[in-house]
C-alpha cells in the first residue's frame, strides 16, 4: 500500500467508525481505489459491493491541473506546494465529502433512495447538495 493509498483508507475506517459509533445500524465500508481518473475524487454507487470511492495520486494529474494547484498554494505564502495543497484537501476533506455521498445512497439519516427521484434534475441536484450538506454537518457536530 502507498502513501496516498494508506492515507485515505485511514480516513475512510475513522469516518466509517465514527459514524458507527452512533448509527443505528452499522453502516459497511466502501471499497477505496487509486487510479488515474480525469476526476478529481468521487463516490460511485455503482462500483464494487456497497459502492466505491476513487481518489487519485497527485503525479496522474494532468500538468494544467498541477498548475492550477500550484498557483492556489502559492498565494498561501507559506511555502505551501501544490501537491502538499492537493494532498492536504483531497486525502482528508475530499474524503468525509464523498463519504457522505456513501452515506446517502445507503437511504442512511432520514434520506430514503427516492428522495433523489423526481423532480427536474435541478431539483434532484439541489436535494443532492442539501443531503449532502446535512448529513457532512451531522457527522462533524
Not at 452512533?22 to 480525469?38: F, G, K, M
Request: charged share 25%; hydrophobic share 40%; no cysteine.
Amino acid at each position: 500500500m502507498d502513501a496516498v493509498e494508506d492515507t485515505v483508507n485511514r480516513e475512510v475506517d475513522a469516518f466509517i467508525a465514527e459514524v458507527n459509533r452512533h448509527a443505528s445500524a452499522q453502516i459497511p465500508r466502501p471499497d477505496v481505489v487509486i487510479r488515474a481518473d480525469p476526476g478529481l475524487m468521487y463516490y460511485d454507487e455503482e462500483e464494487g459491493a456497497v459502492g466505491t470511492l476513487v481518489a487519485p495520486k497527485w503525479a496522474d494529474r494532468p500538468s494544467k491541473e498541477q498548475d492550477l494547484f500550484n498557483a492556489w498554494a502559492g498565494s498561501i505564502g507559506d511555502g505551501t506546494t501544490g501537491e502538499s495543497f492537493f494532498v492536504e484537501n483531497f486525502n482528508w476533506f475530499v474524503v468525509a465529502h464523498e463519504l457522505a455521498h456513501h452515506l446517502q445512497f445507503l437511504s442512511v439519516d432520514g434520506f430514503p433512495e427516492s428522495f433523489y427521484e423526481g423532480g427536474t434534475a435541478g431539483q434532484r441536484r439541489g436535494r443532492r447538495l442539501l443531503g449532502s450538506q446535512s448529513t457532512v454537518l451531522a457527522w462533524t457536530g
